[in-house]
């Protein structure tokens, strides 16, 4: 039997190619924003567009490689070559998802290191207001320790959501009589992403409200319990869904799910 680790770094390596290509595409339309708006260099405020097209452009970018790892991990489990390895389907499916999550990592950390080079005056003036609140590390590194879960918990929230979707519904399908199926996929698909959006507004929510809250003196000096506290709450509903969608995704890898596209 193959290596749990081994069969993860193998996925890891197919999939940190495209970490690469997301850094390049985004610096590239990073450099594309500020071309466009040379202008902003004469009037002084050229730094603080760098910053901000550079912190918006990562967070669309990671949204977009998140998508390309899902992608990847629905070929992976369905390809008929990674199937043939001799490890069991749900230490196959961990792997999978363990190896997306080490990806987004990976990208997150490449990301930081360049954000902080490019934007390096805008940081560290960013930073020194963050440390300036040493008196109250508890405040600080706790909300840093929740967000931190929050990323980590959506990544494989939304990686299994993904999964789940295309599991039930190649299952429904399998089970039915009718040849034509392409109406039935996606009136299961439409009804999973309508119930999946509303637990995600649900979590937004929470979401929306810890980071509307200012990072700086008004919540490190006084902790806005309300807040964490909704964040916490909303880290618990992520592992509970987590934990729901990866037993039932195991469940159908071995019982249902059989490899139908060649990699």
């Known amino acids: 039997m193959v290596n749990f ?6 996925m890891f390596k197919q999939k940190s190619k495209f970490v690469y290509l997301v850094w390049i595409v985004q610096f590239i339309a990073i450099l594309a924003l500020l071309a466009f708006n040379i202008q902003a260099k004469a009037m002084g405020t050229f730094q603080e567009l760098l910053y901000s097209d550079t912190i918006l452009s990562t967070v669309f970018f990671d949204v977009i490689f998140l998508g390309i790892m899902c992608w990847q991990n629905e070929k992976i489990n369905l390809s008929q070559t990674w199937r043939q390895i001799p490890i069991s389907s749900t230490k196959f499916y961990l792997a999978n998802i363990m ?3 080490m990806c987004c990592m990976y990208l997150f950390v490449v990301q930081i290191i360049a954000n902080l080079i ?8 960013v930073f020194n207001d963050l440390i300036g609140y040493v008196d109250y590390p508890f405040n600080f590194w706790g909300r840093a320790v929740i967000f931190g879960l929050f990323l980590v918990l959506i990544v494989i929230t939304i990686s299994m959501f993904v999964s789940f979707t ?19 996929k996606m009136l299961v698909m439409g009804i999973l992403v309508i119930i999946g959006v509303y637990v995600g507004m649900q979590i937004n929510d929470h979401f929306t409200n810890f980071m509307m809250t200012k990072f700086t003196d008004s919540v490190m000096v006084h ?23 990866g037993s039932l995704n195991i469940w159908l890898i071995n019982k249902f799910v059989e490899t139908k596209v060649k990699n």
Request: net charge positive; glycine share 2%; charged share 15%.
């Open 5 to 10: 680790l081994a069969i993860t770094k193998q």
């Open 99 to 101: 190896s997306t999550l």
């Open 118 to 125: 490019v934007t390096i005056p805008k940081s560290t003036m």
């Open 166 to 184: 295309n599991f039930s519904t190649r299952v429904i399908v399998d089970f039915l009589p009718v040849k034509n199926t392409t109406w039935v």
């Open 223 to 245: 902790s806005n319990i309300r807040e964490v506290g909704s964040m916490q709450v909303t880290d618990i509903e992520l592992a509970i869904i987590s934990l729901i969608l």
